[in-house]
């Protein structure tokens, strides 16, 4: 184990409440070396933030990752989830069924998709040692060779829901809201952290560190270390121009009855790899539509959040709060409505009782970004999410603190540094579009998008 080169601060502010936020404040709470430390976190909204990535009626939790080094974080993670931190209906383990199709219309070559469903099947298997079977038989990892097999097992959709694929029965979902309060009641019952409802205008810098917080209301805050962990609102107070973007991705609401909530309530989650798209078990009678894919850029002109005088230009979340009658556009609605036809047809027609866009912040490879910054001395980002970052909740806070401290209490914990550290070389262009897998289009800019929604006209899309 490497020994910490840290020092340790004696007052902390983390700006943001979301996943990263909560659990470095939970992880910085509980830790002996920082009980003598101030810490603060300030939210820009009151809490729950309902236009944050981690608040939403459900996310997947999964341990099915073509890379083995979060597949084993998540076994990490799984053990809470399992526990106190998943009870009373905040984890739902009703298994993933992951899934290629042959009639998904070339989003993402099929190849592509199986070699990453392959990947992801192999690590579960050798990493966790699930049993390989079907789930009658006490098998937790399940292999869909056929069209029929993969119908089998999804039967109560009632449509054509993949070609192949396999199903985690040891997978599942969460409350992404629920989870969300309870992380923060957790911080809150430490009795070591502050709470403040304050929107941060900027970061005061100077050549080599952050000198104060300004808020919007002109208070400036001053502190030893500086937690930046805003999402996809972090391009506006760090410039990552070539390290990270933000990114909106489509969801899609239909209410359901009784009979169908029954019907439909011990489904897996259902996720196509070709298109990115996903239907997760509905409860309370609320079925959600998504798509896991590259998103929406919102290109935005700012004053450089590092040198004022000088603008740039960097995408930034555009969403219900400021926007209270936003929807997903069109692209987006089409997306959706079509994959909800395919897979449960006597839906088809179900008008949306909402639709939202969703923004991650992402990276060229999908890693986080938690690191130092390598200009600011008192400045750590812990940001990157790009859209798997919720499942982690109860543990990620801990390995953030040890990459804050610069220490490798495991290999693990050496390989997660490696990843998430701070890019020597920023990626291409000044917007980065992912390289991790996803469906959709790449490229899409959400005014244009919009743009072709008005001109189309407004409303469901018809099929």
């Known amino acids: 184990m490497a020994s910490s080169s840290k020092t340790i601060p004696s007052s902390v502010i983390i700006i943001g409440s979301g996943v990263f936020g909560l659990g470095t404040a939970y992880a910085l709470a509980t830790r002996e070396a920082f009980k003598h430390t101030k810490i603060t976190i300030l939210e820009r909204l009151p809490f729950p933030a309902a236009d944050g990535a981690s608040v939403d009626t459900s996310r997947i939790v999964r341990p099915d990752y073509a890379d083995g080094a979060y597949t084993a974080l998540m076994a990490e993670g799984h053990k809470f989830w399992r526990g106190e931190f998943g009870a009373n209906g905040r984890y739902t383990e009703a298994g993933l069924c992951i899934v290629t199709d042959d009639d998904a219309g070339g989003e993402k070559p099929n190849e592509a998709a199986n070699d990453y469903m392959r990947k992801a ?16 038989e006490g098998g937790q990892v399940e292999p869909l060779e056929t069209k029929q097999d ?42 070591r952290v502050q709470f403040r409802t304050a929107e941060v205008k900027r970061l005061c810098y100077s050549d080599s560190e952050v000198e104060s917080v300004e808020l919007v209301c002109g208070e400036q805050l001053q502190a030893d270390l500086i937690v930046l962990a805003t999402g996809a609102w972090t391009p506006k107070f760090v410039d990552l121009r070539g390290i990270a973007s933000a990114t909106g991705q489509v969801l899609a609401y239909i209410d359901l009855t009784q009979a169908e909530q029954d019907r439909l309530g011990s489904n897996p989650t259902l996720l196509s790899e070709n298109t990115g798209m996903f239907i997760i078990q509905p409860r309370d009678r609320q079925l959600k539509v998504a798509r896991h894919g590259y998103g929406y850029a919102n290109p935005t002109t700012i004053a450089n959040p590092e040198r004022p005088g000088e603008k740039i230009t960097v995408s ?50 999908g890693d986080w970004l938690v690191d130092h910054h390598p200009k600011y001395t008192n400045l750590f980002v812990a940001t990157g999410g790009s859209g798997h970052a919720y499942k982690f909740l109860p543990v990620v806070g801990e390995r953030i603190v040890n990459v804050m401290l ?7 914990g050496a390989e997660l540094r490696r990843k998430w550290q701070w890019p020597k070389h920023k990626f291409g262009s000044d917007h980065v579009w992912t390289d991790d897998w996803r469906g959709g289009r790449k490229g899409m800019v959400l005014a244009e998008e919009r743009a072709r929604t008005t001109d189309m006209g407004s409303g469901a899309a018809k099929l």
């Open 316 to 365: 930034l979340p555009w969403t219900q709060h400021d926007e209270p009658h936003l929807q997903i556009p069109l692209e987006g609605d089409r997306a959706c409505r079509t994959y909800l036809a395919k897979t449960i047809p006597d839906l088809a027609s179900r008008p949306w009782t909402q639709t939202r866009i969703c923004w991650y912040t992402d990276t060229p490879k």
């Open 150 to 191: 993969v119908g089998r097992v999804m039967a109560s959709m009632g449509g054509d829901c993949g070609s192949r694929g396999y199903v985690n029965w040891t997978s599942g979902w969460a409350d992404a809201a629920a989870g969300m309060i309870h992380m923060r009641k957790l911080v809150a019952e430490t009795g």
């Open 406 to 412: 610069g220490e490798d209490r495991d290999e693990l």
């Open 121 to 136: 099947m192999e690590n579960v298997k050798e990493k966790l040692g699930l049993r390989v079977g079907r789930r009658a």
